[in-house]
C-alpha cells in the first residue's frame, strides 16, 4: 500500500488494467492451446481423423515416453538445440558485423546490395550435395547450413535499422565533429537495439529451419533426423513427436530473447 502513494488514483487503475490484460492475453494462449489440444485428441479417439497418420497428444506423451525409457530423448534434443543455437550465434555475430561494414560505407553498400538481396533468394536446400562435398557430413555442416539460412536476414535487417536511425541526430554528431567509429559507438548501436531485438526474433525461427534442413540431410542424430526416419519406416507418431518438440524449444527460445528485449526496454 505505502508503494501506491506515490501514484495518482487514475494511474493505480491503469496500471491494474495493463495487469489484467497481460493476465487476459496468458490465459487466453494457454486456453487456444488446450483447445487445439483437445479436439486433435477427441478428433482421434471418435476417428473423425485416423490416429496413425495424425497421431493424437496421448500417443506423442507415449512417444516421448519411449524416447526417454531408451535414453535417446534428450540426446537428439541437445544435438539439434546445440546445432541451432551455435548457427543463431554465428549467423547473428556475422550478420551485425557485416551490417556495420555496410553501412559505414554507401559505396560499399551500393555494390553489395544486389547480391546480398540474389544470395537470399537462393533455394538454401539446394546446396545441401554441396555442403556435403565442401564440409562433409557432420555437424560442422548442418550449423553452416544455419548460418547460410539465417545470416542474409540478419545483414537486411540490421542494415534497415542503422540506416533508419534519425538524420538529424546523425547530422547533430557530424557538426559535433563525432567520426564514423563515435557515431556508430555513441548513436547508431544504441538507437538500434529494437531492430536487433526483432532479427534475434527472426533469426531464431530462421536458426531452427536451417538445422532441421541440414539434419535432412547429412544428420544421423538429432530432431529433424527423427523426423526423416519416422516418415521412412512409417512410424508418424515418431513425426508428430520430434515435431512437437521442435515447436517446444522454438517456443522456449523465442521467450528468452521476449524477456531479454523487456530487460532491454525496461533500462
Known amino acids: 500500500m505505502k508503494k501506491n502513494l506515490n501514484y495518482s488514483h487514475e494511474h493505480i487503475v491503469y496500471l491494474k488494467k ?3 490484460k497481460k493476465i487476459i492475453i496468458i490465459v487466453s494462449r494457454i486456453l487456444i492451446l488446450v483447445f487445439i489440444l483437445g479436439i486433435w485428441e477427441l478428433c482421434a479417439q471418435v476417428k473423425l481423423i485416423d490416429p496413425f497418420i495424425t497421431s493424437s497428444p496421448s500417443r506423442v506423451i507415449r ?88 545470416i542474409i536476414v540478419c545483414i537486411m535487417n540490421m542494415l534497415a535499422g542503422f540506416i533508419a536511425v534519425d538524420n538529424t541526430k546523425l547530422l547533430l554528431m557530424k557538426s559535433m565533429g563525432a567520426n564514423k567509429l563515435t557515431t556508430l559507438r555513441k548513436l547508431i548501436i544504441p538507437a538500434s537495439l529494437p531492430a536487433l531485438m526483432n532479427t534475434l526474433k527472426v533469426a531464431v525461427g530462421l536458426a531452427w529451419i536451417g538445422s532441421i534442413m541440414g539434419e535432412y540431410i547429412v544428420s544421423r542424430a538429432g530432431l529433424g533426423y527423427l523426423i526423416v526416419y519416422g516418415g521412412q519406416v512409417f512410424k508418424l507418431d515418431l513425426v508428430m513427436t520430434a515435431t512437437f518438440i521442435l515447436c517446444v524449444l522454438a517456443g522456449g527460445m523465442y521467450a528468452i530473447i521476449s524477456l531479454i528485449e523487456k530487460r532491454f526496454h525496461r533500462h
Open 18 to 20: 495493463q495487469r489484467n
Open 63 to 150: 512417444t516421448i515416453g519411449d524416447l526417454q525409457k531408451n535414453g535417446t530423448l534428450f540426446y537428439h534434443i541437445g544435438i539439434t538445440l546445440g546445432e541451432t543455437i551455435a548457427g543463431f550465434a554465428i549467423a547473428v555475430i556475422l550478420g551485425y558485423a557485416i551490417a556495420v561494414v555496410l553501412w559505414s560505407s554507401d559505396s560499399v553498400r551500393k555494390v553489395l546490395e544486389p547480391y546480398i538481396v540474389v544470395l537470399n533468394s537462393l533455394p538454401k536446400i539446394a546446396l545441401g550435395p554441396l555442403i556435403i562435398i565442401w564440409i562433409g557430413t557432420g555437424y560442422t555442416a548442418i550449423i553452416f547450413m544455419t548460418v547460410i539460412v539465417s
